[in-house]
């Protein structure tokens, strides 16, 4: 078997005295998509939080051979390891051209950050007809692709998406999943957590159950698109009796 892109070793993340995430072992692979499913309150975001070291957290995370555990998020940005968060965090006073450049902040490249911004505005079309306007005048699923653009933005290696379906109508929800299917067919590795375990099993490769701060089983996502215990619990179906 070939070697972890990331490596995460007993991750734990606590507020207080409540442990959000107990012990999660993980890997992604090179230019691999996993998800991680799980109910409301799982430790999914949590999780996420404790990779780009946002919170205090025990544990091992590894990009390729670099530990990042110790180091501040803006230099886990800068080794390639980039979160697009929950809600989307836009700037909504700044247009969206300008919430782009902050996604190149770390970086000095003038000619390959403009060849970068042509890539984002080519693969979201939708961002550069909106390029002068506010980003807190966006749709959501707008503002979804104005996060997902700016990650990209940083040029990272491994991309971690937090809920991009959430709160978006279904036809957008299909956009957004349109273009992370495409993101990753270009290469770039994909830690995607999210509800909606349908949407997430069919664009991955892997995937993790997450369950009250632990990985309850993990498999292909082929697999556990199958499995009874997700599709009872996870896809709207019940088990026979």
Do not use: W
């Not at 490596?7 to 072992?25: F, M, N, T």
């Not at 970068?116 to 505005?121: G, M, S, T």
């Amino acid at each position: 078997m070939r070697p972890a892109f990331l490596s995460v070793k007993q991750l734990k993340v606590a507020y207080g005295g409540i442990e959000a995430v107990r012990g999660v072992d993980l890997e992604v692979h090179e230019r691999e998509c996993v998800c991680v499913i799980g109910a409301n309150g799982a430790g999914k975001s949590s999780l996420l939080k404790g990779l780009m070291n946002r919170v205090t957290h025990r544990g091992e995370v590894h990009l390729q051979d670099e530990r990042l555990s110790h180091l501040p998020t803006h230099a886990i940005v800068e080794r390639g390891l980039v979160l697009v968060p929950e809600g989307r965090g836009v700037f909504a006073r700044m247009t969206v051209a300008e919430n782009l450049d902050l996604g190149a902040y770390l970086r000095h490249d003038k000619a390959a950050v403009a060849a970068d911004l042509a890539q984002v505005f080519e693969v979201f079309p939708r961002l550069f007809e909106r390029r002068h306007q506010l980003a807190g005048t966006l749709s959501g699923g707008e503002q979804q692709m104005l996060a997902m653009g700016r990650a990209l933005m940083a040029r990272p290696r491994l991309l971690l998406l937090d809920e991009p379906s959430m709160g978006l109508a279904p036809l957008m929800v299909d956009q957004i999943y349109t273009h992370i299917a495409r993101i990753a067919a270009a290469g770039t590795a994909i830690l995607l957590i999210e509800q909606n375990a349908h949407l997430a099993l069919q664009v991955s490769q892997r995937g993790y159950v997450m369950e009250s701060g632990q990985m309850a089983f993990d498999g292909a996502s082929a697999d556990l698109a199958h499995d009874a215990r997700v599709r009872s619990a996870y896809l709207g179906e019940t088990r026979a009796d």
